[in-house]
């Protein structure tokens, strides 16, 4: 008022009141925690999640790949076998037969050993098989 005795509350729109209390209802809160001033552009929010979760994704080249893994396993088992991604500490490879599986899984500690000296230590922590 004119005398600052008393504030006016902004008005909201119809829409907004609507828009607000679908969010409260879908996101399980109150109204008036999604009014204007509470909220943030998406692009943000995500920036700021993904900064916190520190995720590391490897990508090497196929041809990167393809040479580690010749070194990791020799040319008999390169010839039967392939790498095909290193993420998340993870190395997923490809096997053509059973038991290529089982070759490879049992010097699975020395093939992450070696991949981890073409890659830097502690990239790969176990190995992940799929058949082809």
Same mark, same amino acid.
């Given at each position: ?11 909201? +729109? ?33 920036? %700021?999640?993904? +900064? ?14 393809? %040479? ?24 997923? *490879? *490809?096997?053509?037969?059973? +038991? ?33």
């Amino acid at each position: 008022m004119p005398d600052g005795s008393e504030r006016a509350e902004p008005v909201q +729109s119809f829409a907004e009141v609507c828009r607000n209390q679908a969010l409260a209802d879908f996101l399980g809160g109150c109204p008036e925690a999604f009014s204007g001033e509470h909220m943030r552009p998406m692009d943000s929010i995500l920036g %700021e999640l993904l +900064s916190e979760l520190k995720l590391q994704e490897e990508a090497f080249a196929p041809a990167i790949l393809d %040479e580690a893994w010749l070194q990791a396993v020799g040319p008999g088992l390169a010839d039967v076998s392939r790498l095909v991604a290193v993420s998340r500490k993870s190395a997923r *490879v *490809v096997v053509s037969h059973p +038991s290529v599986r089982y070759e490879v899984t049992r010097l699975r500690p020395q093939i992450i050993q070696a991949l981890n000296r073409s890659f830097g230590e502690g990239v790969v922590a176990r190995l992940s098989l799929v058949n082809s």
